[in-house]
């Protein structure tokens, strides 16, 4: 079920105050084109009534296409360093409202659901991207460790980044680094899918110094850029 609220919002041109539509939960199987509108950015997009300006509103959302096989809660960018308790949260709050209590047939399509916790509406993105080239998350989070490795020298001087899929098609995977605080990209790459396979089918690899890569419903490169990093 989709969800909204009307709260007020403030414009950071002019300072003007209106109030705006918000979706707190939004059902992606209902909402087809939703998940496109979060990819491109057009999501959350509002003008001010006063200036013209136009904003996009980063706020945390819940994403749920159950028929697709999607489950994601994206929290503020600000909270990213309490990932550890936020992803036991989350996945309490699956198994609560989609595993314990509901009749057998909601069930048995929600254990083929992957859950997800992401922060900010980047993250979501890449997470939607994926998701919808076919593209396995994990694999694609292996390769933000293997390119954060790979272009070390050049992307110290910004200090941590994270990597977000920008596009990919059936020859390569287009990635922008970006700094935690948002600005950028910093750095873009092209990989080739087969790099991009290769990575993504050697899991042995990764596994063990990567476990919770593989389990937590935070799946993402970023959680092993250490504590204190925002
Ligand atoms: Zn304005």
Request: overall charge negative.
């Amino acid at each position: 079920m989709s969800r909204c609220i009307v709260q007020a919002v403030t414009c950071p041109a002019c300072g003007a105050s209106q109030q705006e539509k918000l979706f707190v939960s939004v059902n992606g199987a209902r909402i087809t084109e939703a998940a496109d509108r979060i990819i491109d950015g057009a999501w959350g997009q509002w003008s001010c009534l006063n200036c013209g300006a136009s904003e996009v509103l980063d706020t945390p959302l819940l994403f749920s296409d159950l028929p697709g096989g999607l489950w994601i809660v994206q929290r503020d960018r600000s909270e990213r360093d309490r990932f550890a308790a936020l992803e036991k949260e989350a996945d309490a709050i699956f198994q609560r409202e989609f595993i314990e209590r509901p009749p057998p047939a909601i069930r048995d399509q929600a254990l083929r659901v992957k859950r997800r916790l992401c922060f900010g509406r980047a993250q979501l993105a890449d997470k939607l991207l994926a998701h919808r080239e076919g593209i396995d998350d994990c694999g694609l989070e292996c390769l933000k460790l293997v390119l954060t490795r790979d272009y070390l020298q050049e992307l110290y001087p910004f200090g941590p980044v994270e990597f977000h899929l920008k596009q990919a098609d059936a020859k390569a995977l287009r990635l922008h680094a970006m700094t935690l605080a948002g600005a950028g990209p910093v750095l873009e790459v092209c990989v080739s899918r087969e790099k991009f396979d290769a990575i993504a089918e050697d899991r042995q690899s990764f596994q063990e110094p990567f476990a919770d890569l593989f389990s937590g419903l935070y799946v993402n490169a970023s959680r092993y850029l250490g504590d204190g990093v925002t």
